[in-house]
């Protein structure tokens, strides 16, 4: 009821709605740990770092990968504001977080770290603040760090966003020194909601998560109007009409409201069953208010990595399903498509922005919901031009988008491939760049830019084959530049190529289930890599394996499982020769016969080892 006060007494003017961006490891969940205690939200020693990042995941590997809101009340002059903070997280891979928590503020604080000064991602999430037209607040981090060079940072800072240095604020967020300078500056620098309250109820849904009691529980940021409990509301999207169950502030625990007026940002609960229903963007307004406009235009990120994600075994196929429906519904960036495998059976086709969301979703899968899912190895679609009319006639379009492998029409019936890119931005210092651009080299980029940023290091821009950089060429290059480079990327459209369907024959037999696409000038290596692993893979049998890689009836490499054999001579002592003869010829016949009709097993093991990353 105090909270209800408190929040009817604060005019829209005293309202401020503001996100903290940077690249990884900068600080930002530690800075909002300092401001939710400083406004006295939480207790000092609350005995938790980081309050906002409560996955397990996030815990465990010390990142942020929700966005995650809290509303605090803070005097100034006198008076009482209310300040939304939506904590974003700093990887290339949940950039999707953070433009959409953009959505619902008015201005940022840009953080970076001092002692690392400006990296790829901080470059990435300023783009995407200024193109929202946000007010930045620069914030210069770690200064009580023993290797901080604020100097420098701030001199950076001028050269590639065109800060004034004195307007940096310098604080740490571990100590706490200067988080009152910065809460006083969010104040002055970053203006009120541009919102009406008396105009009819409007509100934009910027978050969703599922809750197993209560369905799927929405974030919203309300625009205009006001919303009591008990009235209904209807999607915009999808026309369906809910009732309001429960209102509520996050500070960062659930304060229960009787009403949320426009400007505020809070929970909204209201029987929504699935995940479906909760579209990140939509527009809420109430029953029978005609006329409605979009609030946002938020448009989802484009899946990069594609996954398959498979049951162990066709029973776990229901629980899995409900896990990645669930999982889905709190990270709205995967895409979903059903999928199936000759060799595993039916599963989906997972789309991702990138490796580590890939890896931390699949952690997510296991540690919330307790499933154990087979993911192969990442692919990526590509685009074919038909030149074949009956094919043409078949699919209705001249152009085929392909991601499996297995349905890779003839070579003949196709007149262009072509394959997706990405414009990659690295920074590096100066002392690794050689090494990186052998690297981009080899994995077939093109080089567009190469600027010098300061004395030390330089900013490289690259387009390169998205095939080429999902599987390893972030650890690669965190490799070859002692962890100090930082890499984001963009899609950049897709662009002609040649590419070739790569298939293993055993015996002869094509195995449609390891069948791949590859570059040409890639098909080499693969093909060797890929029966190299098979012969260690594959277990021996009665008859002899012959592992072939093959491009339509080229044969690009080979192995070879020898068969179990019998010592046929152990009986013979001395005697002649010839009888030694005919006892190993009749075994190399019989072999010969048993291997026209052989089924090889293949164990199910071996093809999950095969395609598992």
């Not at 915009?236 to 400007?263: D, F, H, I, Q, W």
């Not at 003949?412 to 981009?440: A, F, K, R």
């Not at 006892?583 to 093991?605: T, Y």
Request: hydrophobic fraction near 40%.
């Amino acid at each position: 009821a105090a909270v209800q006060r408190q929040l009817a007494e604060i005019p829209v003017e005293r309202i401020r709605n503001f996100s903290i961006i940077a690249h990884v490891d900068h600080g930002k969940s530690t800075l909002a740990d300092r401001l939710l205690e400083l406004t006295g939200a939480i207790s000092r020693n609350a005995g938790q770092n980081q309050v906002l990042d409560n996955l397990q995941v996030e815990r465990e590997r010390g990142i942020t990968v929700k966005a995650q809101t809290a509303s605090i009340f803070y005097k100034h002059r006198g008076e009482l504001y209310l300040l939304n903070l939506i904590d974003t997280p700093g990887h290339v891979d949940f950039s999707n977080e953070v433009s959409r928590s953009l959505a619902a503020c008015d201005g940022v604080i840009l953080l970076v770290d001092a002692c690392h000064g400006v990296q790829a991602q901080t470059v990435a999430n300023y783009q995407l603040a200024k193109q929202r037209e946000l007010a930045v607040v620069p914030v210069l981090n770690k200064i009580d760090m023993k290797h901080a060079n604020p100097e420098q940072v701030t001199y950076d800072m001028q050269l590639l966003f065109g800060i004034d240095p004195h307007t940096v604020l310098r604080v740490s967020a571990k100590l706490g020194t200067g988080v009152e300078q910065l809460l006083q500056r969010i104040i002055e620098s970053i203006p009120a909601p541009r919102v009406q309250r008396d105009s009819d109820f409007r509100a934009l849904i910027f978050d969703s998560w599922f809750d197993k009691y209560r369905g799927a529980l929405n974030l919203i940021y309300v625009l205009n109007g006001q919303l009591q409990l008990g009235k209904d509301v209807q999607s915009l999207a999808t026309k369906k009409v809910y009732n309001v169950k429960s209102l509520s502030l996050l500070r960062p625990v659930e304060c229960p409201l009787e009403m949320m007026s426009a400007g505020q940002v809070g929970l909204l609960a209201c029987n929504m069953r699935n995940s479906k229903e909760s579209i990140i963007g939509d527009t809420l307004h109430l029953k029978h208010q005609q006329g409605t406009l979009a609030a946002g235009s938020y448009k989802p990120q484009q899946p990069l990595v594609f996954a398959g994600v498979f049951p162990a075994d066709q029973s776990k196929h229901v629980a899995l399903r409900s896990a990645i429906e669930k999982t889905v519904l709190n990270d709205s960036a995967v895409t979903v498509h059903v999928d199936s495998s000759p060799a595993l059976g039916q599963g989906w086709r997972l789309g991702f922005l990138g490796l580590l969301h890939l890896e931390v979703f699949c952690q997510r899968l296991q540690q919330e919901h307790d499933v154990e899912p087979i993911i192969t190895a990442p692919s990526v679609t590509y685009r074919i031009v038909l030149s074949n009319p009956k094919l043409i006639k078949q699919h209705g379009r001249r152009t085929l988008d392909i991601s499996n492998a297995a349905l890779f029409p003839e070579p003949n019936s196709i007149e262009q491939y072509h394959e997706p890119l990405v414009l990659g931005t690295i920074i590096s210092p100066s002392d690794y760049v050689g090494q990186i651009i052998g690297l981009c080299v080899e994995r077939r980029g093109v080089q567009q830019s190469c600027v010098n940023i300061d004395e030390q290091r330089m900013l490289l821009k690259y387009v390169l084959p998205l095939s080429e950089i999902i599987l390893d060429f972030h650890d690669r290059l965190k490799s070859l530049s002692s962890g100090y480079a930082s890499f984001s990327y963009e899609d950049h459209g897709y662009h002609l190529t040649h590419l070739v369907r790569l298939d293993i024959h055993l015996n002869g037999r094509p195995c449609e289930e390891l069948c791949r696409i590859v570059h040409t000038t890639k098909a080499l290596g693969v093909a060797r890599q890929m029966v190299h692993k098979l012969k260690e893979l594959i277990p021996r049998q009665m008859v002899q394996i012959a592992i072939q890689a093959c491009v339509g009836s080229k044969v690009l490499a080979r192995e070879t499982i020898k068969a179990y054999r019998k010592d046929v001579t152990a009986k013979l002592y001395g005697g002649d020769v010839t009888r030694r003869m005919k006892l190993l010829k009749q075994q190399a016949e019989g072999k010969k016969k048993m291997r026209m009709f052989a089924n090889i097993r293949v164990p199910h093991e071996t093809f999950i080892d095969v395609l598992k990353r």
